[in-house]
């Protein structure tokens, strides 16, 4: 079940004249566990999380962890809900559905976040973080367990070549380049991204979409959609999408609060809050991308590994720049030498190891090499 994977959907289904009987009702509901689950530990977090800041110790990490978890089963029940609509819906909007919904779960746990303890890197942090994780690690782990089970396992090459291309471009514009330009005309320069990261966004969608759609497929593969054997109404998923969006966003308030006390005046690495929001956001896509692996459906893997990185940086970079505009303080996005050095690694091994077709386990353990350098530079505060 792809999120930010930029995979494509049937024609659409329409679902009409639905009559909800009691154990439909009651399914719906049992399935809407996790949720339930984090509105029950978002009551837990209000009354006990000044207690925890006031004590602090396992009681704080404790509790900073319940709500870690309960944000990522959030996340999955959101990922769900738009893999449901996008499969009804078919492409475009398919596509524009899974991608403004697992950006948005970002966006928000970002916004929020920079609520808190002033700290003008995260932004920039956060999008190194889930770029090292999306091509890193779900890339380099999914390669490993495809090449281990199925030898070389097979890809459009297409699609890969075009991720890069964009990944390259948007990256340099968004991260490498604000380096150079003078504190007096940031705010030029942020207009700028934000409107050429549009451009590339929308033009990017409507090539992957309609005229190279064949890039992003394979002849061989045969994609497993979300289950929606109930054929609800498409409004009951918008519904508890928006609804559970807002909880994130709800939930992170308290996980900031622990967060800034946890990290104040503590020996920890500072980038451990961009570390978090980038694992929140991955980790539905982690496991889809192994369980694509696992059935030989490297396709499924590229598009939501490169696909993931590309549509993070394209949606997130120009919200956060949006936000700087507005506030008129400028958000720290230039990368610093070390994190330009793990990308610069990254790109090299990503071109030279999806530049014919096939992955293997060897190439996915030369990206597992890159991820864990990135957790160790983590616990070390280089990054």
């Known amino acids: 079940m792809p999120l930010r994977g930029l995979t494509h959907y049937p024609r659409p289904v329409r679902v009409r004249n639905i009559i909800f009987a009691p154990n439909t ?38 509790l900073l962890l319940v709500i870690l978890a309960a944000v990522i089963g959030v996340a999955f029940r959101i990922a ?19 991608t403004l919904a697992a950006v948005s779960v970002e966006v928000v746990i970002l916004v929020v976040l920079l609520q808190g303890t002033p700290n003008p890197t995260l932004a920039r942090d956060t999008v190194f973080a889930a770029v090292m994780f999306d091509i890193n690690g779900i890339l380099g782990i999914a390669a490993i367990v495809g090449g281990l089970k199925h030898g070389s396992t097979k890809y459009n090459v297409d699609s890969a070549n075009s991720f890069i291309a ?13 380096d150079f330009v003078p504190e007096h005309q ?15 966004y929308m033009g990017f969608l409507r090539l992957q979409t309609v005229e190279h759609r064949n890039f992003f497929e394979y002849a061989s593969s045969t ?81 939501i590994a490169l696909g993931a990185s590309l549509a993070t940086v394209l949606l997130t970079l120009p919200v956060i720049e949006a936000i700087a505009l507005f506030t008129g303080e400028r958000i720290e996005m230039a990368l610093t030498p070390v994190q330009a050095g793990m ?19 060897i190439e996915g353990i030369s990206h597992f090499a890159l991820f864990a350098a990135f957790i160790a530079l983590v616990m070390m505060g280089l990054v």
């Open 80 to 98: 769900h809900h738009a893999e449901v609509l996008a499969m009804r819906f078919g492409e475009p909007y398919g596509t524009l559905i899974l």
């Open 186 to 200: 940031w705010q030029i320069y942020s207009v700028f991204s934000i409107v050429i990261m549009a451009v590339m």
């Open 343 to 361: 990308l610069l690694l990254t790109f090299l091994a990503v071109m030279n190891n999806l530049h014919d077709g096939e992955t293997n386990a």
């Open 166 to 178: 964009m990944l390259l471009v948007a990256i340099g514009v968004g991260m490498f380049i604000p």
């Open 25 to 62: 009702t009651m399914k719906y509901v049992k399935a809407e566990f996790q949720i339930a689950i984090a509105l029950i530990v978002l009551g837990l977090g209000f009354a006990l999380e000044h207690s925890a800041v006031e004590h602090g110790g396992a009681m704080l990490w404790g």
């Open 223 to 303: 994609e497993e959609e979300a289950h929606d054997l109930a054929h609800s109404p498409n409004a009951l998923h918008v519904g508890v999408m928006l609804g559970a969006i807002v909880l994130v966003g709800v939930l992170s308030e308290v996980l900031s609060v622990l967060l800034d006390a946890g990290l104040s005046g503590s020996s920890l690495p500072k980038s451990i809050p961009a570390v978090l929001v980038a694992l929140i956001s991955a980790s539905p896509e982690i496991l889809t991308a192994l369980r694509a692996a696992q059935n030989n459906r490297m396709q499924t893997t590229v598009n």
